[in-house]
């Protein structure tokens, strides 16, 4: 299970920052950066919810 | 949930963002309950934002794409749509919505009718005089720009500097009219205000400010300029209103939800109206605060929308189990190619004020002795941590020392 970002789509507002923000940072250049590929299997709700709130459907868990 | 609880019937009436999450919300939930989606444009739900920002600055060929399939709506998630129709009617007795000339029964709701934009003076049957809500209004805008058109934008908010931010990508004219001394000053501050001018003066963008609209020039129907209160015309070949929206609840009249003085659904921190088993979210609901000393606010942007439409429909389904909405409001605009943000309430003891246009600015907002707002221009690093301060009602001095030391702002 990893968590793949499409950086076409990323326009690095942080919904995912907001709501998981041990696994994504937005950075300077406004794109998002993966932590951590690999959720622990405890954080996998609240991953889930991070990459469900992408405004605009840039992220996704391969599982 | 029992046996019982998969007969009950959840509608959603509204199916922009807000509904869209409410459905995916109570499949999420695990209700397997017959579930209705109600919207009156006929398109799928799609994402709104995108009409003012990429839709406009892209080429003919840029479509404006439903978040979801209608088979992925119908088939996977089980809903029955009921789009081109809106609701006219609620019956909070025999809980029925009544729309397209029938009824539909419902044991829980979620109101989501979103709102209407708000029109300047009499520019009703006049071409070329718009306001930007659905596709067909950011196509008709768009068309305008292929066309080379001279852009006024009546109204300096958010919308409104987005589009004279994509007349300006195009290079075409574009004036902003409007009533206050700065753009957003009233709801951000002068400090605010005055970079936003700054913004868009080095864009190119001409301001009217402290001038309204007095009426619309025309030849043949078509609009040619628009006269302010100093008699100056401006000339134009497309007008947008941006000049704020109306709640859609109209139909709600005389229902027994208890509407604001503005046409909004007052709600509790737990987004129930007035009425069991009804529920609001989105550009409709005021929403009490918990976290901002219970201040009501109704909150137009996008994240409201996802987080309180996911909301309202698990509490509508659950009521025993809902809790006060703890988040914390949010959006971004787009100005010529700068990303401004903010998040948190503006509603505050002081502002302060730190950066230069060229390398990020950043506002935060100061109640008691605590940050409740930030509002970032390029700083889309920050933004998110800002946010978590809030929602942990940080400390003052810690968030202003984590922007790095800010100044009073004069």
């Known amino acids: 299970m990893s968590i793949e970002a499409d950086y076409t789509l990323c326009e690095g507002l942080g919904m995912c920052e907001a709501m998981a923000p041990d696994y994504f940072e937005v950075g300077d250049d406004g794109q998002v950066e993966i932590l951590q590929k690999q959720p622990d299997a405890a954080d996998r709700t609240d991953v889930k919810a991070a990459i469900d709130s992408c405004p605009t459907l840039a992220l996704k868990l391969n599982e | 949930m029992t046996g019982d609880a998969d007969r009950r019937r959840l509608v959603v009436v509204g199916a922009s963002l807000a509904g869209l999450r409410a459905v995916e919300a109570a499949r999420d939930s695990g209700f397997t309950g017959p579930i209705t989606l109600i919207g009156a444009e006929p398109h799928l739900p799609y994402d709104r934002p995108q009409l003012s920002k990429a839709y406009l600055a892209g080429g003919a060929d840029w479509q404006v794409n439903p978040y979801k399939s209608r088979s992925q709506l119908s088939d996977e998630l089980g809903v029955e749509l009921v789009l081109g129709a809106s609701a006219d009617g609620l019956d909070v007795t025999a809980r029925r919505v009544s729309v397209a000339g029938g009824h539909i029964d419902y044991h829980a709701a979620v109101i989501a009718t979103g709102a209407q934009p708000r029109t300047v003076g009499q520019a009703n049957g006049i071409d070329g005089v718009h306001t930007l809500r659905t596709p067909e209004d950011a196509a008709n805008i768009r068309r305008a720009m292929d066309c080379g058109a001279r852009v006024v934008v009546i109204g300096a908010g958010f919308i409104g500097s987005e589009i004279a931010s994509a007349a300006r990508a195009r290079n075409l004219p574009?004036?902003?009219?409007?009533?206050?001394?700065?753009?957003?000053?009233?709801?951000?501050?002068?400090?605010?205000?005055?970079?936003?001018?700054?913004?868009?003066?080095?864009?190119?963008?001409?301001?009217?400010?402290?001038?309204?609209?007095?009426?619309?020039?025309?030849?043949?129907?078509?609009?040619?300029?628009?006269?302010?209160?100093?008699?100056?015309?401006?000339?134009?070949?497309?007008?947008?209103?941006?000049?704020?929206?109306?709640?859609?609840?109209?139909?709600?009249?005389?229902?027994?939800?208890?509407?604001?003085?503005?046409?909004?659904?007052?709600?509790?921190?737990?987004?129930?109206?007035?009425?069991?088993?009804?529920?609001?979210?989105?550009?409709?609901?005021?929403?009490?605060?918990?976290?901002?000393?219970?201040?009501?606010?109704?909150?137009?942007?996008?994240t409201n929308a996802a987080e309180h439409g996911a909301i309202a429909a698990r509490h509508a389904l659950d009521p025993g189990a809902a809790e006060p909405v703890s988040t914390v409001p949010y959006f971004w605009s787009d100005w010529y190619g700068h990303r401004i943000q903010f998040v948190g309430t503006s509603r505050a003891d002081e502002v302060r004020l730190t950066g230069r246009i060229d390398d990020g600015v950043v506002a935060l907002y100061r109640r008691a002795d605590r940050i409740v707002g930030a509002f970032t221009i390029d700083r889309p690093r920050d933004i998110m941590k800002f946010r978590r301060q809030i929602a942990a009602r940080g400390s003052w001095t810690e968030a202003v020392n984590f922007a790095g030391g800010l100044t009073p702002a004069q």
């Not at chain 2, 700054?198 to 001038?211: E, F, S």
């Not at chain 2, 009804?278 to 201040?295: I, M, S, T």
């Open chain 2, 174 to 302: 574009a004036t902003i009219v409007d009533v206050a001394g700065a753009p957003l000053a009233s709801l951000f501050g002068d400090e605010v205000g005055s970079m936003a001018v700054h913004l868009h003066r080095q864009a190119g963008t001409q301001l009217q400010l402290r001038r309204a609209v007095t009426g619309y020039e025309t030849a043949g129907g078509h609009v040619t300029g628009v006269r302010l209160d100093d008699d100056t015309l401006v000339p134009a070949d497309v007008v947008v209103c941006g000049v704020g929206v109306k709640p859609a609840t109209a139909w709600l009249a005389g229902s027994g939800v208890t509407l604001h003085e503005d046409g909004g659904i007052i709600c509790d921190s737990r987004l129930a109206t007035s009425i069991p088993g009804v529920y609001a979210a989105g550009d409709v609901a005021h929403v009490p605060y918990e976290l901002f000393d219970h201040d009501h606010s109704r909150v137009e942007h996008w």
